[in-house]
């Protein structure tokens, strides 16, 4: 059974930083891409970043590029979001995400919220 454990998110003051994680398991994770997404409240869904299966390309929404990086680490089967210089509107519930054999998967998802 596929499986998301997200951790990190928190409440953190403008400029400052955190490190998401989510550890997968169920599925061979080294062979599919990762992404986060993000939901703000009253918002859509939207695409943070992706990393590709071996880690080589990387993508970003134009609001976080300069400022997050996406990484990860197939032998512990875990993908990685480091978030600096966070904004007010980086608040948001963040989500790892899978497409495995067409099928969509979510993480539960982890709070952060920028306030100061």
């Known amino acids: 059974q596929l499986q998301f454990v997200e951790s990190g998110g928190g409440l953190v003051q403008p400029g400052g930083s955190l490190r998401l994680s989510c550890a997968a398991s169920?599925?061979?994770?080294?062979?599919?891409?990762m992404s986060w997404y993000r939901q703000a409240p009253g918002k859509e869904r939207e695409l943070v970043a992706t990393?590709?299966?071996?880690?080589?390309?990387?993508n970003y929404a134009s609001s976080v590029m300069g400022r997050f990086t996406i990484s990860r680490d197939n032998a512990k089967n875990t993908v990685y979001l480091q978030m600096n210089s966070l904004k007010h509107e980086d608040t948001a519930v963040y989500y790892c995400y899978v497409v495995v054999r067409g099928l969509r998967y979510w993480g539960q998802g982890t709070q952060v919220t920028v306030s100061s």
């Open positions: 990393i590709s299966s071996v880690g080589g390309t990387t």
């Open positions: 169920g599925f061979t994770f080294s062979n599919y891409a």
